[in-house]
């Protein structure tokens, strides 16, 4: 073979190798994961339309990769809507504030703008983006789960508990709020005014996110009782222990057919095959959507019960009949 041909080749090859290894330096570049110095302050301070604008919001650098315009474009959506709510008060003024919150996964942007009316307010919106491609996220997307039944039973719970203080016909769905995340909270972030009259900045609900639990149970796991309610049937030791709840052990007591659910070393709760209604701490107090039935040394008891002992706890049926039942355990 020539000798030019041979240096031909070798410079082929050379400038090929040259170019992978330039490809692959950009691509490992356009995909970084976010950090607090992938952003920066934008100033406000314009006069427009009679409306006075000022504070700041954030604007993420090109460092982050292609994914920094989009999340860009939603804080600015984020900041438009909020001008636009400001007006429909005829506000003189609005004044922008925020924080950034983020975990190992997710990265929350929440922007904060207080009006100046005849009564001033604050109102909030979050822009939330997962920390290693930037794709944007909902609450559900967020935490893997759709937890709308939960958030829902804590706002009736904590109504039910001040009705003085909240709005007892508020029905504003949780997913549609702004929320940010740490490794330990999810924090639902409501606008000054929208869960109470009194004035108190954004209102916060926090849940622990290590005390949100799931379970599945497989059709075949439980049983769907044999009169005209067709009511289902769970396993009662298998949800409790599954669901690592607060109830230690699960006691049977063959003499009277009862379940005895133990919890802090004393009785708690107490069923009995065949009767029905259960006792807590020895008093009679609720009746059962059936009875509760024993079946192959199981007992198993209607699936409502779950949510009279529990208080939040919801679940889901699938199309092929298994449920997943979520529950959130309130902190001591």
């Known amino acids: 073979m020539p000798k030019y041909i041979k240096y031909a080749i070798a410079m082929i090859f050379c400038f090929a190798i040259m170019a992978i290894a330039v490809y692959a330096s950009r691509s490992a570049s356009s995909v970084q994961a976010w950090r607090p110095d992938m952003y920066v302050s934008t100033t406000l301070s314009e006069r427009h339309q009679g409306l006075e604008i000022q504070g700041e919001i954030p604007e993420l650098l090109y460092s982050f990769g292609p994914a920094y315009a989009k999340i860009n474009e939603e804080i600015l959506i984020a900041k438009n809507s909020l001008i636009e709510g400001t007006r429909r008060v005829r506000a003189r003024s609005i004044n922008f504030t925020y924080e950034v919150f983020y975990t190992n996964e997710v990265v929350s942007i929440v922007i904060m703008a207080t009006t100046r009316a005849v009564t001033d307010r604050t109102s909030v919106i979050s822009v939330n983006f997962m920390k290693h491609t930037g794709e944007l996220v909902t609450l559900t997307q967020a935490m893997g789960m759709d937890i709308t039944p939960l958030a829902e039973g804590i706002i009736a719970e904590m109504i039910r508990r001040d009705p003085a203080t909240y709005y007892a016909a508020f029905t504003a769905p949780p997913t549609g709020q702004a929320f940010y995340l740490t490794d330990d909270l999810l924090v639902l972030l409501f606008d000054e005014f929208q869960l109470s009259s009194a004035p108190d900045s954004t209102r ?19 049983r769907i009782s044999q009169d005209r309610y067709e009511i289902k049937m769970m396993p009662l030791r298998q949800i409790l222990t599954s669901m690592g709840y607060i109830y230690e052990d699960v006691v049977w007591n063959p003499s009277y057919n009862e379940a005895v659910i133990m919890r802090n070393g004393s009785p708690a709760i107490t069923l ?40 939040l706890t919801a679940y889901s049926i699938d199309e092929q009949g298994n449920i997943t039942f979520m529950t959130y355990i309130k902190p001591k």
């Open 204 to 222: 916060m609900i926090q849940f622990v996110r290590n005390n949100i639990k799931t379970f599945t149970i497989a059709r075949y796991e439980y």
């Open 272 to 311: 009995r095959a065949g009767e029905n209604n259960f006792q807590i701490n020895g008093v009679m107090q609720r009746s059962l959507e059936a009875a509760p039935e024993l079946k192959n040394h199981s007992m198993y008891v209607p699936i409502s019960f779950f949510n009279q002992i529990l208080g």
